[in-house]
């Protein structure tokens, strides 16, 4: 509604506290499945090109990569979701949610069928580096969404559970390369082909489901466009109060807040909002994601090489392995997750990242001793990336929900730009040299630095750290467009 007293260009908002009220529904479950599916087409594209490595170094499957080529195609698949994350996060910061989750999917789907076709490092690399512009560029658009879609008390682990769905994919792909890479069944030309076509196949019905989304009302709010945000969440209301069969739906918790009617944010404000008014949480953010980063694209772009190198496994029995680390990696978020909006956002975060680190600093020195197997191998990591899992799902979601409702997209995207830049491209690239020296003390090193990177956040987390469970996202961090006080203290 307008509001005449703070001037003609501003309105008071009841949208936030109206999508915070709403008993978890039918919609929300629609929100989590359409914007969710993306994180297990995603798990499901690396781990088919974790999986493929060792294929893709063998002369019969058309490429005949090294060791080394393997690191470097998979830090510029992390190059392109940089870039891209920065790109689009603009974008949907300017145009809204709904339009740019819909176009970085269409980026994805065509570079990763492209990715079929390579026939030589070059190709295959500039596909993996369109791949990953999709792929970053989703993840400032869809998290953005989630937050600003679903209700605060549940917020955190519904992040965590969407974050976790990526680890489907990955199951999904070790039993397709079961399959696939068997060259008793398929032979080695073509089965990593096939397996990139079908991931993008079966994301085109995920374009079907996302029209059905709306445009974030939040977004919307702050943008000039209130009067079709009330409306919109209206529809939600009605629809939940149908599914949930209630005459009326629960009193507001919160009063609304007065907003300045603005079409776009300069990139002065969003500088100033990062770097002045939460330097802290800048801090913060850089330190979770790069960590993270670092310690999961240094051990998963590589494993199967690991396996195969070190342990002898062959390429088509690569997917066994693969699949109960996956399992770690999806019940880590979804049974820790509650935990996070419950127990909270620092005890948790900072729980998962040193016990993660501590566990992975072991588990180097007893590979270095020689002491495992492929199978106490995958055993440990499997422990380590339930932690660990948990731990890179909860950096997402604290970039995602501590900065202002202006520039949300953009802060994900310069934090996992920066963050992944940092961790993920120069992990693939440490440990895919150390693994081709073959020898086991080298690797040890790049173990104690994943650990020890890990550690240090959760120090981190531990003195910096937000407490943002059960709270709306505008007292987290007010809105810019909001008319009240001055936040320059914020941290």
């Known amino acids: ?79 392109g979701a940089c870039l891209g994350a920065l790109f689009f996060s603009y974008l949907t910061d300017m145009f809204g949610r709904k339009k740019l989750f819909l176009i970085t999917l269409v980026v994805y789907l065509v570079a990763t069928v492209a990715t079929a076709f390579s026939f030589n490092f070059w190709f295959f690399a500039i596909c993996r580096f369109f791949t990953g512009a999709g792929i970053g560029g989703e993840y400032s658009a869809i998290y953005s969404a989630v937050d600003e879609l679903v209700p605060a008390r549940i917020r955190g682990q519904v992040a965590l559970f969407i974050s976790g769905s990526y680890w489907v ?55 000039g466009r209130n009067d079709e945000a009330e ?23 919160e009063d609304p807040i007065t907003i300045e009617q603005r079409g776009s944010i ?88 040193i016990t993660a680190g501590v566990l992975m600093a072991l588990t180097g020195f007893l590979f270095a001793e020689g002491v495992l197997s492929a199978i106490t191998q995958t055993i440990a990591w499997t422990v380590i990336f339930f932690f660990a899992s948990a731990a890179a799902s909860a950096a997402y979601l604290t970039v995602s929900e501590v900065f202002p409702m202006e520039i949300r997209a953009m802060a994900i995207a310069l934090f996992y730009a920066i963050g992944t830049a940092l961790g993920g491209i120069t992990g693939p690239i440490i440990f895919g040299q150390l693994i081709g020296t073959g020898d086991a003390g080298r690797l040890l090193i790049g173990y104690l630095i994943a650990a020890g990177v890990m550690i240090g956040a959760a120090v981190v987390e531990l003195v910096l750290g937000v407490r943002a469970e059960q709270r709306s996202l505008e007292s987290i961090a007010t809105p810019l467009t909001a008319i009240k006080e001055e936040t320059t203290g914020a941290v």
């Open 266 to 353: 300069g990139f002065g404000l969003i500088l100033r909002a990062m770097f002045q008014m939460y330097p802290k949480r800048t801090v913060l953010g850089l330190a979770l994601m790069g960590s993270q980063a670092f310690m999961y694209n240094a051990i998963f772009f590589t494993y199967s090489l690991i396996l195969s190198d070190f342990y002898g496994v062959p390429s088509g029995q690569i997917g066994y392995y693969i699949f109960p680390f996956a399992i770690g990696n999806v019940l880590g978020p979804w049974l820790l997750g509650p935990l996070f909006d419950r127990v909270g956002r620092v005890q948790m975060i900072s729980g998962c990242y």
């Open 231 to 253: 409306r919109i969440v209206g529809k939600i209301e009605e629809d939940v109060k149908e599914y949930k069969n209630l005459e009326e739906l629960p009193p507001l918790q």
């Open 1 to 79: 509604m307008s509001n005449g007293g703070a001037g003609a260009n501003t309105v008071e908002s009841y949208v936030p506290p109206r999508m915070d009220r709403l008993p978890f529904s039918r919609w929300h479950v629609l929100v989590i499945a359409a914007l969710g599916i993306t994180w297990i087409l995603d798990g499901l594209e690396v781990t088919i090109v974790g999986i493929v490595a060792s294929v893709l170094t063998d002369p019969v499957s058309g490429l005949g990569l090294t060791s080394a080529q393997i690191g470097y195609a998979a830090a510029i698949y992390i190059a």
């Open 169 to 223: 994919g990955t199951m999904a792909g070790s039993a397709l390369s079961i399959v696939l890479l068997n060259p008793d069944i398929i032979g080695q030309f073509w089965g990593w082909r096939i397996a990139f076509g079908l991931g993008g196949i079966l994301g085109i019905g995920l374009l079907l489901i996302r029209r059905y989304l709306p445009e974030s009302p939040r977004w919307l709010a702050t943008h």
